[in-house]
Nanobody, 115 residues
Framework: QVQLVESGGGLVQPGGSLRLSCAVS????????MGWFRQAPGKERELVAL???????NYADSVKGRFTISRDNAERTVDLQMNSLKPEDTATYYC?????????WGKGTLVTVSA
């Protein structure tokens, strides 16, 4: 059984930083695409950052230069370092693992950027 558990969300002021972490249990971790998505109230879920199956990193234009995705295959974790946060980054952030054509999701962690 594959489980993804996110942590690290919270309230931060504009310009601040947060680090999200996703721990994966079950399934195959290495070599699979993994990433972070987010969903703001009233909006569709969108890609934030992704490790492709080939290992390349991809970012949404809105977060390039501010967010960094990293993964530790030994620890089975994928992290998202978020710097220079803006109010428009406010959303629930979800960890995603794509394995054998199936998407697995965590329950999400809320990030609120507000003064």
């Amino acid at each position: 059984q594959v489980q993804l558990v996110e942590s690290g969300g919270g309230l931060v002021q504009p310009g601040g930083s947060l680090r999200l972490s996703c721990a994966v249990s079950g399934g195959f971790f290495s070599g699979n695409a993994m990433g972070w998505f987010r969903q703001a109230p009233g909006k569709e879920r969108e890609l934030v950052a992704l490790f492709s199956t080939g290992g390349s990193r991809n970012y949404a234009d809105s977060v390039k230069g501010r967010f960094t995705i990293s993964r530790d295959n030994a620890e089975r974790t994928v992290d998202l370092q978020m710097n220079s946060l803006k109010p428009e980054d406010t959303a629930t952030y979800y960890c995603n693992l794509r394995m054998f054509g199936v998407n697995f999701w965590g329950k999400g962690t809320l990030v609120t950027v507000s003064a």
